[in-house]
């Protein structure tokens, strides 16, 4: 896939100052699915800093189109057309490539296709609200889709998700493996939301606000957002073939 | 002041949510047509080498109560202990087999249900053979950020008294929450959120 030679350094300690603490009581689903004791921690073996590999050859043609790869021939899904693209990169700069990303999100009414939702928006016929890519050998993808709209979620009794793409990344090593969600540039439901505020750190919820790119439009059919995703770092594994004793 | 290093900082996770099926399993949740099958649901084929084995489980909160929305994905060796993957540099890893595989827990009985091989072993960082484990990660609405633990094998009592990893379990009470039990060619691997049988799960 790239003639990058492959790295094989353990990842960085995770920086859990930016990511949400395990019980976060506003968002109440969390009290029962936290774990209460410890993280056992250990430096990556081959069991972490290896990860699966997926070759572009699994990706079929629209799989980057939510517009078109659910709906009928000659039919497209309705709402504000956007590009959202950006680039996969680790806490070192370096671009990872062949980085799968899966993506999913409610459609332009705010209503998902599930069985489990009971939100009273109309579904689009011609919208599934699933795609996925994969990072070219320096990290960058593309896909196209609507804009989601926001919608309501029983927790207090008046909660709702600002509008956001949900995305699962792998990058080269499992314990790299990441769900995040990307939001919208100037939506103002995002400081609202406790999901979004399980997150301790402003500059990390920032992080997550994908950025109006009007140098990257299609003109007369879709405009463009930017959202880069950052993976954990690792080591080079120079200076580390010294056996370690226990 | 210093240069800066210039390091940026991770992405911040966010749960999965009550709908991560139709991002990462559409077919199970009735979205066809858009993907010809669900990545990872089949980890093995005819000519994969090693033993045949089903892991099974549940997943469970603090109040006891199943997850029927959980994901898992799971990450294993091939039966001679190497990964198919860029970064293992040991060798070449059966063809056969990519060692991922997700599944959903099911959404009445809230069982998961994995069909893959016996793992080999592999070398921990200074060489010692690790006992054969295969690598947890779990998702679900709730769960703020992707759970990793580690499911050894029961009939491996020998190799598991030598696992570097699960040496450094402090209390040693809490070493059997990542043994499976063995039946036939079923291996019993329950997963506890929370409470007295707590999962120990891995920073890692
Ligand atoms: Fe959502």
């Keep these: 896939m790239s003639n990058k030679k492959p790295e094989t350094g353990a990842f960085w300690a995770r920086d859990h100052t930016r990511h949400p603490p395990a019980l976060t009581p506003t968002y109440k689903t969390s009290v029962l699915r936290s774990p209460q004791k410890a993280l056992l921690s250990l430096d990556g073996t081959l069991s972490e800093i290896t990860g699966p590999v997926f070759n572009p050859s699994i990706l079929g043609e629209l799989d980057n189109d939510l517009i078109h790869n659910y709906a009928a021939p000659g039919e497209s899904a309705i709402g504000e057309r956007i590009i959202v693209h950006g680039r996969v990169v680790d806490e070192r700069g370096k671009g990872v490539s062949g980085a799968l990303l899966e993506f999913w999100q409610a459609n332009a009414g705010g209503r998902y296709r599930h069985k489990k939702e009971t939100y009273l928006a109309a579904i689009d016929p011609n919208f599934g609200g699933c795609g996925r890519t994969i990072t070219d050998e320096d990290g960058y993808y593309r896909f196209r889709t609507v804009r989601p709209g926001a919608y309501p979620w029983p927790n207090g009794v008046n909660d709702w998700r600002p509008a956001h793409i949900h995305f699962s990344v792998f990058g080269h090593g499992f314990s790299q493996r990441l769900i995040t969600q990307m939001y919208f540039d100037g939506d103002p439901m995002i400081w609202s939301c406790p999901i979004v505020k399980t997150i301790p750190d402003k500059a990390a919820i920032e992080q997550l606000i994908a950025a109006l790119d009007m140098n990257n439009t299609i003109p007369m059919d879709a405009r463009a957002y930017k959202f880069d995703i950052v993976l954990r770092g690792r080591r080079s594994t120079l200076f580390e073939n010294r056996l370690e004793g226990n | ?204």
Aim: hydrophobic share 35%; net charge negative; glycine share 10%.
């Design chain 2, 1 to 204: 002041m210093a240069q800066s290093l210039g390091i940026l900082k991770e992405s911040a996770s966010q749960t999965a949510g009550p709908y991560v099926h139709i991002g990462l399993l559409p077919n199970f949740v009735d979205i066809k047509g858009v993907y010809e099958s669900d990545l990872g649901s089949a980890m093995v084929n005819e000519q994969t080498k090693g033993e045949r084995i089903t892991i099974c489980g549940k997943v469970f909160d603090g109040a006891g109560a199943p997850l029927r929305d959980a994901l898992i994905e799971i990450w294993q060796a091939d039966s001679q202990g190497f990964y198919n993957s860029h970064s293992e540099l040991r060798g070449t890893a059966d063809p056969n087999f990519t060692g991922w595989g997700r599944q959903p827990t099911h959404m009445e009985s809230g069982e998961f249900r994995f069909e893959t091989i016996k793992p080999g072993r592999v070398p921990y960082k200074d060489g010692r053979l690790m006992a054969p484990h295969i690598s947890f990660w779990i998702v679900a609405r709730g769960i703020n950020i992707g759970l990793h633990t580690r499911m050894y094998f029961g009939d491996e009592e020998q190799a598991n008294s030598e696992d570097p990893l699960l040496a450094r379990i402090e209390h040693r009470v809490r070493v059997s929450t990542l043994i499976a039990s063995r039946e036939g060619n079923n291996y019993g691997f329950d997963i506890y959120l929370q409470g007295d049988r707590e999962t120990v799960f891995l920073d890692i």
